[in-house]
């Protein structure tokens, strides 16, 4: 199976990662050949103007639409050590050790970031300018893959951007963002843009019974579900808790008719996104923090005493779990406002007698009553308050008051 196969409904970018892959391992199989048995390679400089390769992507695209797994294959496929190459054969086979290790991440010259926080710092992105300097320790390339690039702080980019300008000979940095409005314009200029769009529903489906075992229906119905967010897509036909928290909050609309129902409606949904973000706590805080005890010599037991000088590094920690927390709890209060915009998005296409299946097809009935009950005019405008919501909770803005104005608004139409 090669690289590309989880990359779903992106022809053309898999075409041009894939001619890269070839003019990059053809530039470093040239210069190995012209070496000395047991000598170190040197770095390769990229001819930008011949080749297809270059030392900078910009992967942008849609939420689900791979841009972090188009990355991933671009890397493994950039250390592919397949004996097939020397055949003719593409690199990126899937199979060998250079396209397994960094596919599951485990290769020493590849560096899979992603954050699990608010945002991305100037510390880590001054460790990562510093890997970026090394040469390939076995691989053929220094592969750096960011994925969260839209999270750099101004700092943060300011630093990377130095990196980017001036990049080692045979380092890659593939930053993936939703658009490039999310990266410094002076950043984005220094890289090749590759712009994926959402993979259709049917492509999403075939992927989940293919690869993760799904029955047909159910991998369909969770693909419409989500208008082809791969993740989101898995994620639903496989945790039944998600399905419950998806079809509480399709729910909603028919319980904003009075005030004291959207006050509710919305302490709901806060304290459902509460509920994640305290069991991300639950599985990951205690072990991140009885490990970094152990680390700094602590006593045996929870309640061991902590050697003088270490509270600043449990402090650190205890900021940095904080910081996870309020992620994890926007990012799961988001998901359920994109549902809530799915589902008017049905509404507003029976109103005006579109010819699309509808992404919430199990909750057809409550579509019709709203659809039946208001005007598109009325929909629009709720879709917008959802929307405004959403970018309410982006501008730091209190969650709960962001979400009952948004309930309010929802019952007003």
């Known amino acids: 199976m090669a690289v590309w196969d989880d990359v779903v409904g992106q022809d053309r970018v898999t075409a041009q990662l894939a001619a890269a892959a070839r003019d990059a391992d053809a530039l470093v199989s040239a210069e190995q050949a012209g070496q000395e048995p047991g000598e170190r390679p040197e770095p390769v400089s990229v001819d930008h103007g011949a080749s297809q390769m270059t030392h900078a992507w910009l992967f942008t695209g849609p939420p689900g639409s791979g841009r972090a797994t188009a990355a991933r294959a671009f890397a493994a496929a950039l250390q592919c050590v397949s004996p097939d190459r020397a055949l003719g054969g593409a690199p990126g086979c899937g199979f060998c050790d250079g396209c397994h290790t960094a596919l599951i991440g485990t290769h020493a010259d590849v560096e899979i970031v992603r954050t699990d926080l608010l945002s991305i710092g100037v510390k880590e992105t001054r460790d990562l300018v510093r890997r970026s ?31 980017v300008e001036e990049p080692a000979p045979r380092t890659v940095w593939l930053l993936c963002a939703p658009s490039v409005e999310d990266v410094l314009p002076t950043i984005r200029s220094r890289c090749r843009l590759l712009s994926l769009r ?77 509920e994640d973000a305290k069991q991300v706590a639950e599985e990951v805080d205690a072990k991140e923090t009885e490990e970094l005890r ?34 994890t709890q ?61 970018e309410a909770l982006d501008r730091n803005v209190a969650p709960l008051l962001a979400v009952e104005a948004m309930t309010v608004a929802l019952r007003a139409g």
């Open 133 to 163: 300097s090394l040469s390939p320790s076995g691989g053929r390339w220094q592969v750096i893959v960011l994925e969260d690039a839209d999270r750099l702080t101004e700092g943060a980019g300011n630093v990377l951007l130095k990196a």
């Open 198 to 274: 959402t993979p259709p529903v049917g492509a999403v489906a075939d992927v989940l019974v293919r690869r993760d075992g799904i029955e047909p229906e159910a991998a369909d119905r969770a693909a419409r579900a989500t208008q082809g967010h791969i993740g989101r897509a898995r994620r639903l036909a496989t945790d039944e808790r998600a399905r419950a928290r998806r079809a509480a909050v399709l729910k909603l609309p028919l319980r904003v008719d009075d005030i004291g129902g959207c006050l509710k409606a919305a302490q709901e949904l806060i304290d459902a996104a509460g």
């Open 294 to 327: 152990a680390a700094l010599g602590a006593a045996a037991g929870t309640g061991g005493r902590m050697p003088r000088g270490t509270a600043g590094a449990m402090k650190e920690l205890a900021d940095k779990q904080k910081r996870r927390s309020t992620r």
């Open 330 to 390: 926007r990012d799961s209060l988001d998901l359920a406002l994109v549902d809530l915009t799915g589902f008017y998005r049905d509404v507003l296409a029976l109103q005006m007698g579109a010819s699309v299946p509808l992404a919430n097809d199990e909750v057809r009935d409550s579509v019709q009553r709203i659809a039946s009950a208001s005007t598109a005019e009325r929909t629009l405008r709720r879709i917008e308050a959802v929307i405004a919501c959403r």
